[in-house]
């Protein structure tokens, strides 16, 4: 019936979590498959999927390749599977009990020419929380994003697979989306189909080069998908219109502004210090994205 597809590089032991969650999942286990492509991973991926192979109650599917990047990982999945449904998660992403059967409940109800979003519920710590909190970081626009999405198999072959021109970072599930919206496909949320997403605090100086160098890898991407399709819906997406970098400046002059005002004071100097951070790495992010793109 689905097929639950992770791509995965270099995260082990949170990827051993998530394929853990799957255990739970309230659905008859002959309903679904979980197939891990391993995108050349060169941690203990390998051995800790394999050892679970013989100790989950599903079918649970190993593909290795060479370290390619996503789109690459995910047509290889798409491909190596005959169920009707495909459920895209990322490897740090825990699935509540009830996530593939939500999915399945969406399609008996809407028919197959749909796609599935369910709710990405961001959590600071690897398990799942006893009921999911909302918060802002939740809201998504995408009209497809693989951290919780579903659609059916033959939708995602007549659009042409994944692009793998995106092989740096991002993107590629966003292009996905604008073929199966032109495919004429639907949209449908499903806030009862939950995924947990696992963002940790752990922003610290010697991880910042990394962080910014996706933010690069991001612009290359964009770049690509707007030399691939030039409309409107794309320019305004990835950010390539003046509004979007006069805002980028705004935002620099208001840093300046706060942070000259609030470190006059000695009061909450901790909080401070906090909200100045993430605004700077905020606006180093952008910086890093708008001097490529």
Not at 131 to 148: A, E, M, Q, R, Y
Request: net charge positive.
């Amino acid at each position: 019936m689905i097929s639950v597809q992770i791509s995965t590089f270099n995260r082990c032991n949170i990827l051993k979590e998530v394929l853990l969650s799957l255990n739970n999942q309230t659905i008859d286990k002959d309903l679904y498959e979980v197939i891990v492509i391993n995108d050349g991973s060169n941690d203990d991926t390998y051995e800790i999927v394999n050892n679970l192979i013989n100790k989950v109650n599903y079918n649970l599917i190993l593909i290795n390749q060479e370290h390619k990047g996503l789109p690459f990982a995910r047509n290889n999945g798409v491909l190596n599977t005959k169920r009707k449904y495909i459920l895209f998660i990322d490897d740090d992403v825990l699935a509540d009990k009830n996530l593939i059967a939500n999915h399945l409940k969406t399609y008996e109800k809407y028919g197959d020419n749909i796609v599935v979003r369910g709710w990405v519920n961001h959590i600071k710590e690897l398990k799942i929380p006893d009921k999911p909190v909302f918060t802002l970081s939740d809201i998504s626009t995408s009209f497809f994003w693989t951290s919780n999405v579903s659609v059916k198999r033959e939708h995602l072959i007549k659009a042409g697979l994944f692009c793998e021109k995106f092989y740096k970072y991002g993107w590629e599930d966003i292009e996905m989306g604008y073929k199966l919206r032109k495919l004429g496909l639907k949209l449908i949320i499903n806030n009862k189909a939950i995924g947990y997403h696992y963002k940790p605090n752990n922003i610290n100086i010697s991880n910042i080069d990394n962080i910014l160098k996706i933010e690069e890898y991001k612009a290359i991407s964009a770049k690509i998908y707007y030399s691939m399709y030039k409309s409107l819906r794309v320019k305004l997406a990835v950010g390539l219109h003046a509004k979007n970098f006069y805002k980028f400046l705004y935002d620099i002059g208001l840093y300046n502004y706060l942070y000259n005002f609030l470190t006059k004071t000695d009061d909450n100097q901790s909080f401070l210090k906090n909200f100045l951070s993430k605004i700077s790495l905020s606006l180093l992010k952008k910086m890093h994205y708008y001097k490529i793109l």
